[in-house]
């Protein structure tokens, strides 16, 4: 009795180690995938209040924003053939990165762009990436 006792305890422990290994994974992904995309931008602009980026992709612009719906982190793109200001950009192309997220913040501090991540009330991280694109106004 004492061995299984032993057992389940080890079990349990594994179990939670797995867990924060997995959530720790999860959002290490969705960090370094935001700071890699934003890094490979040209520009960054502001649309109806939302911070986005843009990436040139053979002769058209790849306008790119993060957000959060449903507790999921979503990666928004839309692609036109110029590059030009709008006022409201419709969210055509979207992909999950990660889910059980509970906070997500992508905003400018002015040298830097500044990631904020808080997965499923656990564990957040703020991340920092040096600003060296510029801004399309």
């Not at 649309?47 to 993060?66: H, M, P, R």
């Not at 889910?99 to 997965?119: C, P, R, W």
Request: proline share 1%.
């Amino acid at each position: 009795m004492v061995l299984t006792s032993i057992l389940g305890v080890t079990q349990k422990i594994l179990n939670k180690s797995y867990i924060n290994q997995n959530t720790n994974s999860d959002m290490s992904y969705a960090i370094n995938y935001i700071k890699d995309e934003i890094e490979s931008c040209d520009y960054y602009t502001y649309i109806n209040g939302g911070l986005y980026f843009i990436k040139k992709v053979d002769n058209k612009y790849n306008y790119i924003s993060y957000g959060l719906k449903d507790n999921q982190l979503f990666r928004y793109s839309t692609t036109v053939d110029k590059m030009q200001k709008f006022n409201n950009l419709p969210k055509k192309g979207n992909n999950a990165l990660t889910e059980e997220i509970g906070a997500f913040k992508v905003s400018d501090q002015g040298s830097y762009f500044n990631i904020y991540l808080k997965y499923n009330d656990k564990d957040k991280i703020n991340f920092k990436i040096a600003k060296r694109i510029k801004l399309y106004e």
